[in-house]
């Protein structure tokens, strides 16, 4: 980490990511975006609930931390902002913690529009209890619940959120840091409710299970899949059906 | 108003800001808690309707619009308290109203507010159960999910009101509580006395206790065993680390560390049993030379000191001993009086709950009476029931 982005981490922490988690690269990535807007940290709030991606914020960033319950995150930030609206509220948690147990907050955070910020660091699984399946999870996909193949049709995060009524709407992955970072800018100074579809990929549980390869090949596998938007016009559902589709989906009115 | 004294040591006196002036009142018990917690300095409500706490959220939402707080209404009774936390922290007095199935939805999240020692009020106002049961009749089955219902379960404050004045007292005292112990309080309201329309007179002047704050100190750990640590609020630069994951003084996650997780929980354990007899308060009735006394909550204690009186016209020697403080439990008053007559009896709208704390301290006979059919439980009931232990 360079020496500007550690004044924002907490003194005496260590990351406790896996080798190759998308989550420590999306770490730095929020880092960054805080930096490049300079918003000072103090007057920031950061929200996350249950999971390895819960502990992107906690207790690594040096700022207000609030560590919650499994799927609640957004709730208990909601209070927060809802009583103290010069709080710059951010919430980082997993896909499994705000889609699956906390899809219902999800979804009416996203109605009431309220100004927070949502960053879903999305592994495709629930890396902290063993890579099980997710409602992120693609079809067909072995996990240890689903041992002969997840039978279900995973959620298009970005659709259900911006059906909801979001403010700002995006997908992007960690291995498109420059588009990712610019958008968490965008999210971060957008009034109303703005989330973020991270692509995090878990080498650990995900990338085992799916035999990927190292960390640094399950990366590349997910590189490779991720296309801009404006890049999937042309492509046939089958073509799509291999491929993550990131961009913008709702650019709160820019 | 309050029990504690040296929490009102403490406190300022102030004026009524906001809140309704001096004069009485005719108000609705579900009224009268939103009354007391605008006057104790609720500026957070968030809810979920359900019977027979809806009109506390009702009465409070009109009320925020006047003096320009807001309540919200969540998706559910998770969302509703973990709400509650998450403005508490943001500095706000918080406060929730629910009944049997929204309080059985919030138990992880009482977990949590006891583990990072948020100041939140929880108003359940009991109907009967389990499940929906009957959604508009009276019961006293939570009493024992009040102190036992989260997993790994700590001391937290319960109290219990027998009239409309008293809910609205209650309620600030309940405020009072939490700030300066740093838990959630339970006022364990019932259907009967929620519903009732008694007079409430709102004095000139209340006391209150705001939670306690000191710059650079350690937000979760204290000096001594049982102490309760100052606390910050988000957004003062003291870049606080909330975790429900057991923590040091800090909060810096203790995840394998014996020693921490024992500590803490002492602690938790320590700060509300060590100070017990600063909480707890109750009211005796004719107990000086009663051989029977009845050990009574919440509505039924009404009846039961109307069967007392009645009794005593006849010279029966009955008194009755009201808990207001249901958790912690009134050990040493029972004990006490558990050795002065022969024979208590406990009438609950329940199954019988409070009783097995009873037969815990007291050494005398004691027999339970259990009604649960959705009535309160009749002065000629008790009546009754004495006659025949007499
Ligand atoms: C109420 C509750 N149920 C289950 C758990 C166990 N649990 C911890 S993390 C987790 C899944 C996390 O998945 P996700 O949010 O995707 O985070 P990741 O670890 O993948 O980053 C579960 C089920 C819990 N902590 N609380
Ligand atoms: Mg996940």
């Known amino acids: 980490m360079s020496i500007d982005l550690k004044q924002y981490l907490r003194p005496g922490v260590t990351l406790p990511f896996c080798a ?6 999306l770490l730095r990535l929020i880092l960054r975006a805080i930096d490049e807007l300079k918003i000072n940290i103090d007057d920031m709030l950061f929200v996350s609930g249950i999971g390895c991606a819960a502990w992107i914020p906690s207790p690594n960033f040096n700022a207000d931390t609030l560590h919650t319950l499994h799927g609640r995150a957004i709730a208990f930030a909601t209070g927060a902002k809802v009583f103290n609206p010069k709080l710059k509220t951010v919430v980082i948690s997993g896909d499994g913690d705000l889609a699956d147990i906390g899809g219902n907050h999800l979804i009416h955070a996203a109605r009431r529009n309220i100004d927070l910020t949502v960053l879903c660091a999305n592994n495709m699984n629930y890396g902290m209890t063993g890579g099980q399946v997710c409602s992120t999870t693609p079809k067909g996909v072995r996990t240890p619940t689903t041992p002969g193949g997840n039978p ?30 610019e ?40 590189e490779n899949r991720c296309i801009m938007k404006e890049d999937a016009k042309g ?7 291999e491929k993550i589709v990131t961009g913008e989906f709702s650019d709160g009115g820019n | 108003m309050c029990y504690d004294h040296e929490l009102m040591a403490g406190a300022s006196k102030r004026k009524l800001k906001s809140a309704l002036s001096a004069n009485s009142y005719y108000f609705s018990g579900d009224e009268a ?3 007391g917690a605008i006057a104790a300095g609720c500026r957070y409500y968030a809810g979920y309707p359900i019977t027979p706490a809806t009109e506390i959220f009702e009465t409070i939402t009109s009320r925020f619009r006047e003096i320009g707080a807001v309540s919200m209404q969540m998706e559910d009774e998770i969302a509703s308290i973990c709400s509650c936390i998450g403005a508490s922290w943001a500095g706000a007095k918080a406060m929730i109203a629910t009944s049997g199935p929204g309080f059985s939805l919030m138990q992880e999240a009482i977990g949590y507010a006891v583990i990072t020692e948020t100041p939140i009020v929880l108003v359940d106002v009991q109907r009967t159960g389990p499940s929906t049961g009957q959604s508009t009749r009276v019961g006293s089955g939570d009493i024992m999910q009040a102190r036992w219902g989260t997993h790994g379960a700590m001391p937290i404050i319960a109290l219990s009101a027998s009239s409309v004045q008293e809910l609205y007292d209650q309620t600030i005292d309940a405020f009072n509580f939490a700030e300066k112990y740093r838990v959630p309080v339970f006022l364990m309201a019932e259907e009967a006395t929620a519903h009732l329309r008694e007079r409430v007179d709102i004095p000139e002047e209340i006391k209150l206790f705001d939670r306690k704050k000191k710059a650079g100190a350690a937000p979760f750990g204290t000096e001594e065993s049982d102490g309760v640590p100052p606390m910050p609020t988000f957004g003062e630069g003291e870049k606080l680390l909330v975790t429900g994951s057991t923590h040091d003084a800090y909060g ?6 014996s020693l921490a997780q024992e500590k803490l929980v002492t602690r938790l354990h320590s700060k509300i049993m060590n100070n017990r007899e600063k909480i707890i308060e109750y009211e005796e009735h004719y107990l000086e030379d009663a051989d029977i006394a009845v050990i009574c909550y919440g509505f039924t204690a009404r009846s039961s000191l109307f069967a007392i009186e009645r009794l005593r016209k006849e010279g029966k020697k009955v008194g009755m001993l009201r808990l207001k403080t249901l958790w912690p439990f009134a050990d040493r008053a029972i004990s006490n009086v558990g050795s002065r007559v022969k024979k208590m009896l406990v009438p609950e709208m329940n199954m019988g709950q409070v009783v097995g704390e009873i037969v815990k301290y007291a050494s005398c006979e004691v027999v339970p009476y259990n009604q649960v059919n959705g009535e309160i439980i009749h002065p000629h009931t008790i009546i009754e029931q004495l006659r025949a232990l007499l």
């Open chain 2, 33 to 35: 808690i939103a009354e």
């Open chain 1, 235 to 241: 492509l046939s559902e089958e073509e799509l059906e």
């Open chain 1, 183 to 222: 958008s968490i800018k965008k999210a971060l100074q957008i009034e109303g409710f703005s989330f973020i579809d991270i692509i995090s990929p878990c080498p650990t549980q995900y990338g085992r299970q799916h035999r990927l390869g190292t960390p640094r090949e399950t990366l590349k596998f997910f």
């Open chain 1, 152 to 181: 279900y049709h995973p959620f298009d995060l970005c659709k259900l959120v911006n059906a909801a009524g979001a403010t700002y709407v995006a997908r992007y992955s960690v291995t498109q840091p420059s588009v990712l970072v």
């Open chain 2, 252 to 257: 810096i996650r203790k995840t394998v560390d």
């Open chain 1, 20 to 25: 190759g988690c998308g989550d420590r690269i």
